[in-house]
Each structure stands twice: as C-alpha cells, then as structure tokens.
C-alpha cells in the first residue's frame, strides 16, 4: 500500500491540481476558484514536480522545499520574461504547466518504489534522544 | 498470565488466562474520552469561541495600546485557551505531531489572521505601495529603476503581477489582506526543519514553534518582499543545517595531511579547505599555561561536531545545493537586506567550519555583488548616502532605531514601545538561560550560537529607515527561540514535573499577552477603512494624470495606482513643524509651491490617527489646519465621507 501511494499520490495530485489549473486559466477564466486553484498550482507543483526526483525522506521536507522551488521558480521565469521584454504570462504559466504535467508522468515511470530509509547518526550527548 | 498446575502429584500442567478485550463501546468511549480527543476538543472549542466572538469586536474602541483595546475578553480567553491546551499537549509521553499541528495551525490564524477577517480593506499604507509596483508592471510590462528603490530589486513585485494576473485578479488589494497569515503558514515547514536539526527532542522543537509565534510581534510579515524572503532564508539555513554539516577529523590526523609547508602544498590543500567535509577538532590541552589551556579548551569546544546529520548521497548533495543556489539567485534581486543576512549567516557557519563546502558564502557574495553592479547602478548612484552614510554612527542608529521610538508620540503609543523592547529582551534572556542550560548539560550548539549572533554587528553598518534593529530580531527569532525553549526542556523524560508545566503556561500566556499589545500596538494608525480607501479611489478618479497629491500626514493607502503618473507630497515629511503649529500660511505656501497644472489635498482618518499616535499631535491639530485651509477660499471640496476628504487646490490664476 505504502508503495502503491508513494507512486500513485503525488503524481495524481499533480496531474489533477495542474489540469484544474489549465482549465481554470483557459477554459473558464471567469470562474470563481480560478484564484484558489491557479495558485495552489503555482504554489506548490512546479517544485514538486521536480522536488520528488531527490527521493527525500520526510514528507513535510519533501512538501516545504516543493514550495520554496515553486516560488523561486515562478519568480525566475517570470523575471526572465519581463527583462526580455516578452511580458506574457500566459506563455509563463503555459511552460510551468508543461513542467508539472512532465514531472508528473516522469514520477510515474521512475519512482516505483520509496526511497530507503537512511539513519540519522549522532553522537548524542547524556539526555539527548 | 501462565501458571503452573499438576494434573497428577507429579506432572506439571498448563493453563492460561486469556485477557478480555473491551467491548465496542469501551473501545468507543475511550477514544472519545482519551488525552488526545479532549486536546482536539479543546483546540477546535477554542477556535469556534474566538469565531463566535469575531462579530462583536468593534473598531472604533481601538486606542492608543492598539487593537487589544477592542478585543472582547471571549477573544482573548479563546486564544488563551489553545495556548494552554498546546502546553498540556505537550507534556503528554508520547507527543503526537497532528494534534500539535493542528492547534499551531489554528493559533496562527487567529493571532495572524484575525486583522483580515475584521478588517474591510488591507491593513498598512505600504501594501498600498506595493499595489501600486505590482500594477505597473501588470500595465507596462517592465521595472523602472528611476522610479523608486524597489524597483531595483523586483523579483517579488514581478512575482506578485505574475501571480495577481494568472489568478485573474486586477490588484493584489483582493488577497494581500491574507499575507501575514499565508506568510507565518510558510514560516512553518523550514522552522520544523531547522530546529529538527539542532535537537531530536520533540518537545523542544513544538515549543519552540509556539515561542516563535507568540514572539513574532514584528509584523514584517505584510505582504511585502521582506515577509516572503525571509522564507527562503529559512528554507537556505534549514537545508544547510539539515545536510550540509560538517564532520569531525582528530588534530593529528589533520596535521599529516597538511603535510610540508611548501606554497604548492598549501595552494593544494586551500582546494582541498574549500571543498572539504571535515573539520579539523582541537584536542583539548592538558598541559601548559592556563591562558593557553583555556583556549584550547574553549577551540575544543567551537570545533565539536554536531551530533545531528543526515548523510545524503553525493548526487542528492549536488542537487540539494543546486535547488539552494536557485533559490538564493531569486532572493538577491527581490530584497536588498535579506540576501545580506543570508550571506552573513552562511559565511559565519562556513568560517567557523560548521558547514560545507566552504566555497557557498564566496558564490552566494558574488551572486549578490554581482546584481548590486549591474542593476542597481541606477538606485545606487543618487542614494549612496543613505548606504553607506550612517555605517559606523552606532549612537545615530541606535536613537533611530530605538530611542526616538520609546520618547515619541503619545502616552499609549510609548507604552507600546516600551513593551516592544521589554518583549525582545526577554526572549533574549530566555534564550541566554537556555543557552546556559545547554552548555551545563554538554551540548555543543555552535551553529545556533552562530546564527543567533552574526548578524547582530550589522547594526553598526545602516540604520535601514530605523528598522534595523527589528530585522536583525527577526532573523535570529528562529534560534533564540531554540535556546528559550530549551530553557524548560534540557534532558528527555516521560513525565515533565508540574512545576515546569505550570512555569511554561505562566510563559507562554504572559508571552501571548505581550504578543497582543506589540504587534497590534499601531493598530489606530494601520488599520484602514473602507470608507478611506474609498476617498483615495474618488481621489484617482478626479485627478488627472501628472497630478500633484498632497496629505497633511504619512498613512494613507494612496499609490496604489498609476504610481509613476503622480507626484506624491507629504507636508508632516517637510515641514513637520507647520503640521504640529496647525500654520495654515505655512502649509498653503507648501501646496502652492508644488507648480502643477493640478493639485489636490487629501485628509484620512489614518492621518489623524498617526499624527497623534506616532508624533503626539492631536487630531483636533489636524482638523483645525483643514478647517483654516479651507477658509482661505482655495480648496473646493470635491469628494467627502466620514473618514476621506478630498479638496482640489484653486490655483489663483
């Protein structure tokens, strides 16, 4: 079970919150989640789409470190975008689209099994856990 | 339960007791009626009381001490209540981390969300500011350095339009009210992280994120590119503390391998210094001088390893530090001070051999130089002054910085200040005890101690607008935190005494009292209205483009717009004294002077407000400076409602 999830659920939530976001931002522009979802988008599945690839241990890291490199990502492209004088973000959400919808399969076909638990060593001094 | 029994006088026989298991129901009303049920009762009660209290909180009883003074006593036990309920969670034997996650959750909405929920428009003249940098790039599609400091360092304002236009909203008005809340949410993954890398004990590391935000009184955390990078900084530290340690080699060992003096040798082996993953440990003197022993002993104990590491292989290390440098490549061009704090930090650990490689803080300085040269030239060339010219003048910054704070504005407004400070050396203090408490015990908490102090000395090199100081608490918030919370927990046991029980809850509701008072201590003058906001669009509305705009006061949530189409003037900002006079000759000599085609003259209720609060002048000061303009016959009222007036100036022809 723990396999089948660690392979199956990020990339579905991926796949889902990224198709939820094109939608969103192209198909039905007007609707009224269309915030809530391009952002949850933005904020969370460019990074992860790549974060997973590391094959970290803890979930909370996995997810805090996705965000982080969502952000900066979204931040870079953009920039990147602007200084270019190609200011369209739609092309910029468009290739944060390809990102995530590529990240996600790509997690599928390679990640099959969870990584495996590494040991955190010390030294502990007298009282430390 | 086995016994023995004979069957025959000599045979031994066997019978056991088999346990009952509980029924259903028992099963049932333990779980309902176990520590935990009743803690997530608690916390979700909790939570539904400061709900219910919400709608009979009235604006209009904030003072001078800020939006306590409005708060109903429902709010404050309901959130007194989740702190102690977090307490008592946490001296359960067996802590359980989505019982504990789900009251800091909570808490952090009602302390960090509670203005967004009350409040009908954004809070702080800033963010209005910040509208504005992020509607024009949205309408032209480019940054103009000319135009303001930020725009010098834009990659949060970049961000936000990018973000603000995908989601479909027009202004970041519509959401930016939430930032604080969304921010302290952020806050919580990278502090998880670091402080799991400087203890394995949890008890430390949950309170250590309640200190944080009873603590977090600051409020930087506005939508602002300082509130947002300081993520990344969290997020740079975490992964370096978590990954990036340093191991320990024996001095001897590390001596053979320096091998001969020849400069060949020691060019080799600087390579070899800035890549390596040891450290070289003093071995702790038992001879000599006592000079020379004390030394060594205190060398012996900066060079101790970390006990915690979390081994990687070399491929996950390469792109843990690739993701890093990425991250760190948004940071420098988003915020001129945070890169600087990042930069101090990583050097102090790197220098200190806390980390590796050793080559990160020469990159990173670089990275930062390296946007500093090249696009910010334009910001840099007129301002050099503000830079560079109050490094060194500790007297000038501290006054800015603290002084001026504490002994100006009103009698509440200096109440607050005072709290401010008095807030800040207690965690300080805290955190010094706990850091006692540690080194009695034999802990070697280097890095902490690094980060907690490397920073500080920038106080001496800018006063930063006279927020220096708040910064630097802000960054070493997360490892004086550490140490404090190390204060009451030191070794691991099963059961905490109740005195310690007891003192911590004392702590932790004195600490969210305090919290109460210092970060909404300005409320009066930051919370801004609708009706306010709504003078500053019939303002925007009336005013043609190249317009001069002219406030009595600082505070209003103006520039939210068309920021390069108008010029701005704040008469308190010139001649503050003629504010303070109510000089109506004086002022209209001001607005006169502006030599526009058009000028217009708005007073807020946040103007008022801040005047009296912030500088002590009343607000009768204020209303008798419009009344007396406005019977010089020049100004024609063209917009007004409870809170906003807006007058165009009659230019004599």
Redesign the interface.
């Known amino acids: 079970m723990h396999t089948f999830l660690y392979r199956w659920l990020w990339p579905a939530l991926l796949l889902l919150l990224s198709l939820a976001a094109l939608w969103a ?1 192209f198909i039905m ?2 609707t009224l989640v ?2 809530a979802l ?2 949850a988008f ?1 904020f969370i599945c460019p990074g992860i789409a790549l ?1 997973r ?3 970290l241990q803890e979930w ?2 996995e ?3 996705g ?3 969502s ?6 492209l ?2 990147i975008f ?1 200084y270019a ?1 190609i ?1 369209w ?2 092309v ?2 468009g290739i944060l689209f390809a990102v995530s919808l590529v990240g996600a399969c790509a997690q599928i076909l390679l990640l099959r099994t969870p990584p495996t638990v ?1 040991v ?10 | 339960m086995e016994e023995i029994s004979d069957m025959s006088p000599s045979a031994p026989t066997l019978s056991l007791e088999v346990e009952e298991k509980p029924s259903r129901s028992m099963r049932v009303l333990r779980a309902i009626f176990s520590p935990e049920a009743l803690s997530v009762l608690l916390a979700v009660g909790a939570f539904a009381l400061w709900l219910y209290a919400l709608p009979s909180i009235n604006l209009n009883n904030i003072s001078d001490l800020g939006l306590v003074t409005a708060l109903t006593p429902l709010t404050i036990s309901a959130l007194a209540i989740i702190v102690v309920s977090y307490v008592i969670a946490l001296q359960r034997p067996q802590l359980r981390a989505p019982l504990l996650l789900l009251h800091l959750v909570l808490l952090i909405f009602m302390l960090y969300g509670v203005t967004a929920v009350l409040e009908a428009v954004p809070r702080f003249s800033t963010v209005y500011r910040h509208a504005g940098f992020t509607e024009y ?1 949205m309408r032209t ?3 103009d350095p000319n135009l303001d400091a930020y725009f010098s360092w ?3 304002f ?2 936000s ?3 603000t ?5 027009h202004t970041i008005l ?2 930016a009210a939430w930032a604080p809340f969304a921010f302290n949410i ?1 806050y919580l ?2 502090l ?2 670091t402080l799991s890398s400087l ?3 949890k008890r430390i590391i949950w309170l250590g994120l309640l200190l944080f935000y009873l603590t977090n009184w600051i409020a930087q955390d506005y939508f602002s590119p300082q509130g947002f990078d300081f ?2 900084y969290l ?1 740079i530290i ?2 370096l503390l ?1 990954w990036f340690k340093t191991t320990a080699v024996p001095m001897y060992a590390a001596q053979t391998q320096a091998g001969a003096g020849s400069w060949r040798t020691r060019l080799a082996h600087m390579g070899d210094f800035l890549t390596r993953k040891q450290i070289t440990a003093v071995e702790p003197a038992t001879q000599g001088r006592s000079l020379n022993r004390a030394v060594r002993s205190i060398l012996y104990w900066a060079t101790a ?1 970390d ?6 292989p070399a491929r ?1 290390r390469a ?2 530090l690739t ?1 890093l440098l ?2 760190f ?2 940071v420098i ?2 915020h001129p001070l945070t890169p600087v704090f990042v930069c101090v930090s990583v050097l102090a650990l790197a220098i200190c051999g806390r980390i590796y490689p050793r080559w990160l803080p020469i990159v990173m300085v670089l990275m930062m130089l390296g946007w500093i040269y090249f696009m910010t030239r334009a910001f840099l060339a007129g301002h050099m002054y503000m830079v560079v010219g109050s490094f060194g003048h500790l007297f000038n910054i501290v006054s800015v910085n603290v002084t001026n704070r504490v002994s100006q504005g009103s009698p509440g407004h200096i109440v607050i200040a005072n709290l401010r400070v008095a807030m800040t050396l207690t965690l300080w203090g805290m955190a010094v005890l706990g850091a006692f408490r540690r080194l009695r ?4 908490d280097i890095s902490p101690m690094l980060l907690a102090v490397a920073i500080m000395p920038l106080i001496v090199t800018q006063d930063y607008g006279g927020e220096m100081l708040l910064r630097i608490y802000l960054f070493t918030q997360p490892f004086m935190v550490f140490f404090a919370a190390s204060l009451f927990y ?3 046991t099963r059961k905490v005494p109740y005195l310690t029980i007891a003192a911590l809850a004392l702590v932790c509701l004195v600490l969210l009292s305090g919290f109460l008072f210092t970060r909404y201590g300005n409320e009066r003058m930051d919370y801004k209205t609708a009706a306010e906001f709504a003078g500053v669009q019939a303002l925007y509305h009336a005013a043609p483009r190249g317009s001069a705009l002219v406030a009595l006061w600082s505070d209003t949530p103006w520039q939210y717009k068309d920021y390069e189409q108008y010029d701005i003037y704040v008469v308190g900002n010139q001649i503050p004294d003629a504010v303070a006079n109510a000089d109506v000759n004086a002022v209209l000599t001001y607005v006169r002077t502006r030599y526009h085609t058009h000028t217009y003259l708005i007073f807020t209720r946040s103007q008022n407000a801040s005047a009296e609060v912030a500088a002590g002048i009343s607000a009768a000061t204020l209303n008798t400076l419009e009344t007396g303009l406005v019977a010089t016959g020049q100004f024609k009222l063209i917009y007004a409602n409870a809170d906003a007036q807006v007058y165009e100036y009659m230019r004599a022809s």
């Not at chain 1, 952000?71 to 870079?76: E, K, N």
């Not at chain 1, 060593?121 to 430390?128: F, L, R």
């Not at chain 2, 236009?165 to 909203?169: E, P, V």
């Not at chain 2, 006990?307 to 990687?312: E, G, M, N, R, S």
Request: charged share 10%.
């Open positions: 931002t522009p007007d269309r915030p391009v952002m933005l974060m690839f590391l094959r909370y890291v997810l805090t470190l965000v982080a490199l952000l900066a990502l979204d931040g870079i953009a920039t602007l004088h200011w973000p739609s910029i959400i590494v955190v060593t010390e030294s502990a001094p007298a009282g430390e856990v | 790039i599609g480019s940054v834009p990659g949060f970049i961000l339009a990018f973000v236009q995908s989601a479909g909203y519509s959401y952020l993954g990278p998880f992280m203890t394995r004990y993520f990344f997020v975490a992964m978590k390893p006990t915690l590491v979390t081994p990687a996950q792109a843990l993701i990425v991250m490549a948004f061009y988003s015990v034999g802990f070697h030191v070794k691991v």
